[in-house]
């Protein structure tokens, strides 16, 4: 794997890549050799492309490793959620067949090895409730609000 550390308005990140794509971003920096792949350079591009409002849909190949095959059906939901919008831990644990799962699709969230990318922030509890969230409330919000911001704006232009 080769890794990078991004500055974000959020903070470091941490980006790993394998040899079929992006494999991990989390929060905050490490202390693991930088590289120079290519890959990692764009990846870096998109998310400041996103946080600068400018790209709504990632376009990176991603390598999901692990994961329990409940976990994996909730992770490729997650990247059907539009850019914007939201569902609940409820509304998953519905689509990915077990409408009973919804704090298991809690779990799964906080398993994703791709922040940010494969949106989990876009998760929320019933009624909206702002719960849980692997980078902290505050930046989860920040996430939120940006892509509201830039949806709202989009819609009105």
């Given at each position: ?14 980006l790993?890549?394998d ?8 929060f905050?920096?490490?202390?693991r050799p930088?590289?120079g792949d290519?890959?990692?350079t ?7 492309a996103y ?5 709504q ?11 329990s ?5 909730v992770?490729?939901?997650l990247?059907?959620?539009p850019?914007?919008e939201?569902?609940t ?5 519905k689509?990915v067949?077990?409408?009973?799962a919804?704090?298991a ?9 791709i ?9 929320v ?6 719960v849980?969230?692997?980078g902290g409330?505050?930046?989860k919000?920040?996430l939120?609000?940006?892509?509201a911001?830039?949806a709202?704006e989009?819609?009105?232009?």
């Open positions: 794997m080769h890794w990078s550390v991004v500055d974000s308005p959020i903070g470091d990140l941490t790993a890549v040899e079929t794509g992006l494999c991990r971003l989390h905050g920096g490490t202390d930088q590289s290519p890959l990692l764009e990846a870096a591009e998109q998310l400041k946080f600068a409002g400018e790209l849909e990632f376009t990176l190949p991603l390598s999901v490793r692990g994961g095959d409940f976990e994996r059906a992770w490729k939901q990247t059907r959620i850019y914007g939201m569902q831990y409820g509304d998953v644990a689509i067949g077990d409408i009973g919804a704090r699709v809690g779990t799964a969230c906080n398993r994703n090895p922040a940010i990318v494969v949106p989990c922030h876009r998760v509890g019933a009624g909206g409730k702002l849980g969230f692997g409330l505050p930046t919000r920040h939120l609000e940006l892509e911001r830039i709202l989009t819609m009105w232009t």
